[in-house]
């Protein structure tokens, strides 16, 4: 199975399914020096593990970190970081029913057309657990994008149909919602209208909002690997994405250029905009703004509700499915979105390097 390496400098492998021994990650092309140590590790493993919130899958895991390789001393070796989470609540006989027929919304029926077989113990590879070693990795370009003075911070903008007001937003509030919302009230609606879901045996969706903050101007390249389209990449692989918005998004196609476009001006001696309708983003480059994106999660496809499906005798039957799922994945998925637009952005900020040739002669002392 080819798609489990992400980067060009700063590269990523996971591995591991979700009912397996374990999942892990290993990251290549990390700089030596940067200061990291477990626990800066495990605080986003912690927000990202079953559990950790309210409205999450019971399955019991501490998902706690262990690092292998690449860190001596508390700074990163320059050598490849190995990290590695063994799994502990795994409980294969949960889905041994699903073997012999499709779940709606999941994998398992483009599982088989592809490969002919398929891991049904919860998803395999294709699992939410999967993004355990995005979420190691992500930690890692976290930090070392905070060296730059780059800040990576994302949030629940909407549960379903309830959306957080965000001139009354609260980043201070984000990590006392159950739901990883910025605006109390939103929280508490959104509370309720997932307790109602629930009580239908039904799940929920929702969008995350990711924000940028600190990004020099000049990152990313025309064409093919534009600075949006390679984020956009990343986040779009995290499972039960269905939709990525840069800045304005959709919104900007209702509009006219001349309330679309995002004026220059000069502020303390520096080039800066007006307005940010473009979400940090001209040309496939960065602009020096804040990066602005926004993910579409579909709800969670598990859900105890009767569904109509097939079996693998091409037999139509009908269906509810057991064993421990989230409810919605949106507040979970935070970090995660998080993770993948910190990993990629990194790996462009190494990539930038090379640019230009002033730069180089700047590194090598020439001049």
């Known amino acids: 199975m080819a798609g489990s390496v992400y980067g060009d400098i700063l590269k990523i492998s996971t591995w591991g399914e979700s009912h397996g021994e374990g999942l892990g990650v290993v990251v290549d092309g990390c700089p030596a ?5 477990p626990d800066n590790i495990q605080e986003y493993m912690d927000r990202r593990r079953p559990g950790a919130i309210k409205y999450s899958t019971r399955r019991n895991e501490d998902d706690s970190i262990r690092i292998l390789s690449g860190i001596f001393e508390g700074r990163t070796t320059g050598t490849p970081i190995s990290m590695l989470v063994f799994n502990k609540d795994h409980r294969s006989a949960d889905y041994s029913e699903i073997a012999s027929y499709y779940r709606p919304g999941h994998a398992d ?12 113990r919860g998803g395999g590879r294709s699992s939410g657990r999967e993004t355990l070693g995005r979420v190691a990795a992500g930690a890692v370009a976290v930090k070392l994008l905070n060296e730059l003075g780059i800040s990576v911070r994302a949030y629940a903008r909407s549960i379903g149909p309830i959306e957080a007001d ?15 919302m910025p605006d109390k009230e939103a929280s508490d609606k959104a509370e309720a209208y997932l307790k109602e879901a629930a009580a239908g045996r039904d799940s929920v969706g929702g969008v995350v909002e990711c924000v940028v903050s600190g990004l020099p101007a000049g990152i990313g390249d025309p064409v093919f690997d534009k600075f949006d389209a390679n984020i956009a990449k990343a986040v779009m692989s995290i499972g039960a994405v269905k939709a990525v918005e840069i800045g304005d998004g959709l919104a900007a196609s209702k509009v006219p250029g001349s309330q679309n476009n995002d004026s220059f001006c000069i502020k303390d001696g520096k080039v800066t905009k007006l307005t940010n ?7 496939g480059i960065s602009d020096g703004s804040d990066f602005i994106l926004r993910a579409a999660f579909k709800p969670t496809p598990s859900i105890a509700k009767k569904q109509r499906t097939i079996n693998k005798d091409n037999e139509e039957i009908e ?8 409810p919605v994945i949106v ?3 935070v970090v995660v979105v998080e993770s993948m637009t910190a990993l990629a952005i990194a790996d462009m900020i190494l990539k930038r390097m090379s640019a230009e040739m002033e730069g180089v002669k700047r590194f090598y002392g020439k001049k």
């Not at 029926?109 to 049904?120: H, P």
């Not at 309708?277 to 040309?283: K, P, T």
């Open 33 to 37: 020096g940067l200061k990291l140590s």
């Open 109 to 120: 029926y483009t599982y088989d057309a592809k490969y002919g077989f398929r891991d049904y």
């Open 166 to 180: 965000m001139a009354d937003a609260d980043m201070d509030y984000v990590s006392q919602s159950p739901v990883y």
């Open 277 to 283: 309708h473009s979400g940090g983003v001209l040309g």
């Open 319 to 326: 269906i509810e499915i057991k064993g421990r799922h989230d």
């Open 331 to 333: 507040p979970r998925a």
